[in-house]
C-alpha cells in the first residue's frame, strides 16, 4: 500500500509532509533545518586547524591580509567540506569569512558578522552552509547545515584555538500506521551528515498534541539506536540517509506503554533486590515518602559535571545527611550505575530507611542513569532533577536544574505537614 501526502518548499529547504509505506516499511522525508540543536543532544565540536594554504582547491582573488585557511569537514565524503578563511588583527577581534553557499570560491562570501563574545578574548558566529552529498547513482544534494564556529584566545600558545560545531536539527512530519506524527532528527557529531544510526537522535510527538518535546528525558525523545515506543507500535529506525531528508522505520512489536516521567505524574513502578538482599520497590508495601536516586558510580572519586559536590557519593551522602534525622516514614533508594558498589555510610542515629541497589532495567524505566526524584505517599512525583528551555532573543536557553540537599528536605517537610 503507497500512501502520499504534499511536499512544500521552505526557504531552508523541504519541509516534507510526505510518507509512504511498502511492506512494513514506513518511509519519511523531512527536511525544514532548524537553527539550533534538540535540547537532548549533545552535539560534539570538532577542531578547526588552519594552514597558510586552503585544505581544498578554492578561489578567493579578494582575501587580502596575512589569512590562514581551514576546511570544515562536513558531508559524506563525496566533497572536502566547506572552507574558511581566518584573520586575526593583533588589536581586534578575529575575522571569519564561510564558503557559504559551497561553490569553492570565497570571494562571493562576505566576513561575517560576530554574534557573540563570550569573554574578553572568546567570539561565536553562526551559519548557515551548504552541504554536498552525493547518493549511489551520483546525483547530488545541497543541503543547509546551521553551525557555530568559535574562537578563543590562549594565552599560552599567544594564539587562538577554533572550533565548529553543528547548531540545528531537522523536523518532518511522518504516517505511522497512518497516523501522521510530527518528526525530528539530530546528530551527536558534527558532520552534517545523519546516516549514521549510532548517533542519531529521534524524537516524535507521541502524544500528537502538536508540540516536540525534546527536553532530556522526555518520553518523546529516543537514544540512538534504542527502540522507538509509538501507540501504534514499537519500531527501530532501518536506515536514515546522510543529507538527513529520509528516515525508514521498521515494525518490531506491538504498542508499548512508555511513562511520562514528570512532576505531577505518576512515578513508573518497580521492585528490585538490594545490596542487603531486602526487595526494594515502588510503591512500598507501606505509604512512605521515597527519595529516589540514580548515580553514575556511587564507589568513583572521579568528577562529575552533573553531581552535587564533584561525585556521585559526595551526592548520596550529602542527601542522606539533611534527611537522617527523618523518620522511618522516609526512605532514600540510590540506584547505581555498576555492579560493583557497595553501601553509603550512614549519619549516627539515622531514622531513614536506606536501600542501594543495582538493576539496568530501573534505568531504562526511567531513562536515566543519575538525577533524583521525590515521590510522594501515593507515588506521585513531587519534586525532581529536570531541564528546562525558554526562548530569548529568538533562540532557545536552558539547563539542567539539579535538586539540592535542601531542596529535597523542603519537599519532604511540605509533604509531612
Keep these: 500500500m503507497y500512501r502520499l501526502l504534499v511536499v512544500a518548499a521552505t526557504g531552508l529547504g523541504l ?13 519519511g522525508l523531512l527536511g525544514e533545518m532548524i537553527p539550533w540543536p534538540m535540547m537532548c543532544a549533545g552535539i560534539t565540536g570538532e577542531t578547526l586547524e588552519l594552514a597558510e594554504k586552503p585544505g581544498e582547491a578554492v578561489s578567493c582573488p579578494d582575501c587580502l591580509g596575512p589569512l590562514k585557511f581551514g576546511l570544515l569537514e562536513l558531508g559524506d565524503g563525496s566533497d572536502p567540506g566547506v572552507s574558511c578563511a581566518v584573520l ?16 569553492k570560491n570565497l570571494s562571493d562570501d562576505p566576513w561575517l558578522e560576530l554574534d557573540e563574545q563570550v569573554g574578553p578574548r572568546s567570539y561565536h558566529w553562526f551559519a548557515t552552509v551548504t552541504v554536498r552529498f552525493a547518493s549511489e547513482n551520483g546525483v547530488v544534494t545541497l543541503v543547509p547545515y546551521h553551525l557555530t564556529v568559535f574562537a578563543q584566545y590562549s594565552y599560552e600558545s599567544a594564539a587562538y584555538d577554533w572550533m565548529y560545531g553543528g547548531f540545528c536539527h531537522r523536523e518532518g512530519v511522518i504516517r505511522i500506521e497512518g497516523v501522521p506524527y510530527a518528526i525530528a532528527v539530530a546528530s551527536l557529531t558534527t558532520t552534517g551528515a545523519y546516516g549514521d544510526l549510532s548517533n542519531l537522535v529521534v524524537a516524535i510527538d507521541v502524544d500528537r498534541d502538536g508540540t516536540l ?3 532530556p528525558y522526555s518520553h518523546e525523545v529516543f537514544a540512538p539506536m534504542a527502540p522507538l515506543a509509538l501507540p501504534t507500535g514499537t519500531y527501530r529506525v532501518a536506515w536514515m540517509s546522510n543529507d538527513g531528508l529520509a ?9 508499548v506503554a512508555r511513562p511520562t516521567i514528570a512532576r505531577g505524574e505518576q512515578a513508573p513502578g518497580f521492585s528490585a533486590t538490594g545490596l542487603a538482599g531486602e526487595t526494594v520497590s515502588v510503591p512500598g508495601e507501606s505509604p512512605a515518602i521515597t527519595v529516589l536516586l540514580f ?5 568513583s572519586a572521579a568528577g562529575c559535571t552533573t553531581c552535587s559536590g564533584g561525585n556521585p557519593r559526595t551526592r548520596a ?8 534525622d527523618l523518620g522511618e516514614d522516609v526512605r532514600l533508594i540510590v540506584v547505581a550505575g555498576s555492579q560493583a558498589t557497595h553501601g553509603l555510610a550512614e549519619p549516627p542515629e539515622s531514622r531513614v530507611q536506606v536501600h542501594v541497589l543495582y538493576d539496568p532495567a530501573i534505568n531504562d524505566l526511567y531513562r536515566r542513569t543519575f538525577g533524583a526524584f521525590v515521590i510522594d505517599q501515593s507515588d506521585t512525583i513531587v519534586a525532581m532533577d529536570e531541564a528546562w528551555s525558554t526562548v530569548k532573543c529568538g533562540r532557545p536557553q536552558g539547563a539542567y536544574a539539579e535538586l539540592t540537599p535542601l531542596d529535597i528536605r523542603w519537599a519532604i517537610d511540605r509533604l509531612r505537614r
Design 317 to 324: 551522602e550529602q542527601i542522606l545527611q539533611v534527611i537522617s
Design 247 to 255: 528516515i525508514h522505520l521498521e515494525r518490531e512489536g506491538g504498542p
Design 15 to 27: 519541509l516534507a509532509l510526505i510518507s509512504i509505506s511498502v511492506w512494513g516499511t514506513e518511509i
Design 295 to 299: 548515580v553514575l558510580e556511587l564507589d
Design 88 to 103: 586575526e588583527p593583533p588589536n581586534a577581534p578575529p575575522l571569519l569569512r564561510l564558503d557559504l553557499n559551497n561553490n
Design 213 to 215: 518535546d525534546t527536553l
